[in-house]
């Protein structure tokens, strides 16, 4: 939304829709800062100059003039503009030259705050302990959130699982939404549903419970790094297609170094036999994009780079480069450690950059599953 | 915004205010597809059944109906639904069950599509040729736009030198916005004031000319693998901090295999010393985080990846792994190529995710300038 004055208007009235508006900046001396005239527009209040109000502010800007050496009459009229509020504001505090104000309307609260960080964060604190703002959230109870998230298990079986169990309604509210194939399942628990979102959550669970990886917010990536810091281990990465991105994504994480060894981004054919000693044969006779070459990344990875599990990635991102063989979107994937490897091969249907996304995820999951399975 | 039914008519309302409104999706069947029901609230039409467009939708279900082997009176409320439009509305035309509609009113055209693409685009086809939009598009001209891209200058100088050649206004608007470091400005003409647009441009980018690497919207990767292309040079990356998103932004273009034939993310010291041949002797005198381990770094790659060219980056992303004399954000970058290497370092002000995002951003333009500077 731009800001002109109407588009502003449009905004402070969609909010004072809510129980809460809050609203920040545009209190500055000048005409064109107009949070207040439009605040006043939109709930219908008269403005008017509150003198003692002026008073402060006055006394406020004198110093700066003095510091400056202007004249107090240049400061003068934005003095008064920043004086004028809306007809029952209450004028919470002042910390420059814009004031906190809060004007208490039929149904909605309007709070307004001026934009510069070192005023605005001790001016809200004063707004929270006003006596409006202290019966608004007596009444507001935040909803109980509660986190699924599934890997291995399509959207629509986890629609179905949830559907099966009762759906969601009753004050339980469930949103779910396919992320690069994770499915990220939130329930919104209204004060009071507790039980009922209990009885929902097993049994909706229940049936998909073999997918379900996490009940936190965090990143696979994150989760993967846990999990090897609790076991002690190191991992390195060998990526064709994802071109670094599985390893962007693990040092992403501050810490990733006391796990993270490194990776090669193994693009061409040469660098898979030089850096990682992929067998010339095997390359010849499968060819870049195969679960034999695979396979032998994840090794180069683990033997060249000295780590305890090597995970790779080699697939056709596209958008060329397919061939009704080995079609865009081909990814293989194997993730090897001391006892063993695990792989995996599939076709992501999509442009490069959700190939390439849904690999790096995938890629991370192997290496969380290699880790975890019994 | 939420999707609740007084969301969806505040949209369409705010939609409204303007020359063309487009809707897509909310169509189906079941009542809780409303777009039309909210659109029809929100433009004060009534409602009416469309018989020859209920006819239409009967007669595609019923073909869907005897497939399913299911009796038709199980779709006959979804049809009459389906061909209820707002009086007055433009039926376009329908590729399922679900309209496309036109509703002229005064100072809006309001057009409503169907969700699925593959209804939606020969919909919106079909809607460009109705003669109300015809008269619509005839009075809209697009602005041009002209695309400067600067790296290697603050924003405030761009600023600047922007106001000082004038600024903007009389038909010509411009914004500025940084971007990892780069400097991105475009300039919005009016029909008619594209002489002083020309005038402005010239003044404003002369005496920052040095710093303006391109007029396209091209990420600097893509420039970046052009212009070895053209030289017909390849290039490999050795990362530390970055850990592969040097690597992943140049894969991220497709036919990046051409130029780019991998990378190292050496993450640890021994990766550094194994992988690119980093002597120890370098990494004990002066650190990892070091000119002289970036140098080695960069030529390491060249060397070990064989490629024309080796880019480094090795820093400190933070949080944590500061000093005093080695702070978070210290970041060294190194550009080798057969004639000789460009090297640079800087700190970053931000979190992790910003000290990693410019450092890879920076390393791009560095191997830019080697293979452009004369």
């Excluded at 063989?325 to 063993?340: D, H, Q, R, T």
């Amino acid at each position: 939304m731009g800001d002109t004055p109407a588009e502003i208007e449009q905004a402070l009235r969609a909010g004072l829709e809510r129980d809460l508006l809050v609203v920040s900046g545009g209190l500055g001396p000048t005409h064109d800062d107009r949070t207040v005239e439009l605040l006043a527009r939109a709930t219908a209040c008269e403005l008017r100059v509150d003198e003692d109000l002026e008073t402060r502010i006055e006394a406020r800007s004198r110093t700066v003039a003095e510091r400056m050496k202007r004249p107090y009459a240049d400061f003068e009229p934005g003095v008064r503009k920043q004086a004028t509020v809306p007809d029952g504001a209450l004028v919470v505090g002042l910390e420059g030259t814009a004031p906190a104000l809060l004007l208490e309307l039929d149904g909605c609260i309007a709070v307004v705050l001026p934009g510069p960080p070192r005023e605005l964060q001790p001016l809200w604190q004063a707004t929270l302990e006003t006596e409006p703002m202290g019966r608004l959230l007596a009444r507001a109870a935040a909803p109980e959130r509660r986190v699924l998230r599934f890997y291995g298990v399509s959207e629509s079986s986890v629609a179905s699982a949830l559907a099966a169990a009762g759906g969601d309604g009753d004050g339980v509210e469930a949103t779910i939404c396919a992320r690069d194939s994770e499915i990220h399942v939130d329930l919104f628990v209204d004060p009071g549903a507790e039980e009922r979102a209990h009885a929902l959550e097993d049994a909706f669970v229940a049936p998909i419970a073999g997918y379900l990886y996490s009940r936190s917010e965090a990143a696979v990536e994150e989760l993967v790094l846990e999990l090897f810091r609790q076991r002690r281990l190191t991992l390195a990465t060998a990526e064709s297609c994802t071109g670094g991105l599985v390893s962007t994504r693990l040092t992403s994480v501050p810490g990733s170094s006391d796990v993270f060894v490194g990776g090669v981004v193994a693009y061409s054919n040469d660098l898979k036999t030089g850096a990682l000693g992929v067998p010339d044969e095997i390359l010849s006779a499968h060819g870049a994009v195969s679960a034999e070459t695979a396979s032998a990344m994840a090794q180069g990875a683990r033997m060249r780079l000295r780590a305890d599990v090597g995970v790779s990635v080699t697939g056709i991102a596209g958008p060329g480069g397919g061939t009704a063989e080995k079609p865009v979107g081909l990814v293989y994937l194997c993730a090897a450690g001391p006892s063993g490897q695990m792989a995996r091969d599939f076709v992501v249907t999509g442009d490069r950059e959700t190939v390439r996304a849904r690999a790096a995820v995938a890629a991370l999951h192997l290496v969380r599953l290699l880790v975890t399975e019994p």
